[in-house]
């Protein structure tokens, strides 16, 4: 494919003398950027090799925070459920990020053996954009994060992936996007008929050792 516009990444391969058997695109949160969430490639325990892709979001205005520009990927009015939201930024992050899978298929991952993993706004759109992507992916793991434009799942979602692996995690001193906020997502996607793996941990909004370690027991089973 030629002339396609992708994101700037942090890429990294987990076994560079080997060829990647997986594919895993790490969404960093906001105001970061994908260097922010590079240290997964060599702290999750995986057996195999596989190529990490960390994008970096573009620099945009945030209105939760006063309009101040900070890379971001969608603007962001407020962290609860009646919140307005950004559905056209929403929209065009997910855009870009089926075309960073395209490229992983491209390169010869086959789109079942591809994660999506994000951060806090970067879980809101590993979510929004793996629930919707038209091929079957590998799997979501949505950290320290909230499902958005959740009232219109059910009708946007793709029959690819209604049975694709959740792994949601959260922890219970979180004072960013609250655990409520969490926990009451999980609720709203196993509503819908999701099969979602929920773990909670003693930490604000942050990744915590074992997470790490559930996480990479988790993506492990899978491939």
């Not at 994060?145 to 799942?153: G, N, R």
């Not at 609720?187 to 930490?203: I, K, P, Q, S, T």
Request: negative net charge.
């Amino acid at each position: 494919m030629t002339n396609i516009d992708y994101l700037p990444c942090v890429e990294i391969e987990t076994e560079p003398d080997a060829p990647a058997t997986a594919s895993l695109i790490g969404l960093h949160g906001l105001g970061a950027d994908g260097h922010d969430l590079a240290h997964l490639a060599s702290s999750l325990p995986i057996q195999q090799p596989v190529r990490w892709r960390f994008p970096h979001a573009p620099v945009r205005p945030v209105s939760l925070h006063g309009g101040v520009p900070m890379p971001a990927w969608y603007d962001i009015y407020g962290l609860d459920f009646g919140s307005q939201e950004d559905k056209a930024g929403l929209k065009a992050a997910a855009q870009s990020i089926e075309r960073l899978i395209q490229r992983e298929i491209d390169r010869g991952i086959p789109s079942e053996r591809i994660f999506l993993c994000g951060f806090s706004q970067g879980g809101a759109l590993a979510l929004y954009t793996g629930l919707r992507y038209a091929r079957r992916l590998a799997g979501i793991l949505a950290l320290s994060t909230y499902l958005p434009v959740a009232k219109q799942l059910a009708q946007e979602a793709s029959s690819a992936n209604r049975r694709i692996p959740i792994f949601m995690a959260h922890g219970n001193q979180d004072t960013v996007v609250s655990l409520e906020m969490g926990e009451g997502s999980k609720d709203r996607l196993e509503a819908l008929g999701y099969a979602v793996d929920f773990h909670r941990y003693a930490m604000a909004h942050s990744i915590c050792t074992q997470e790490i370690a559930d996480m990479g027991a988790w993506i492990q089973r899978l491939i």
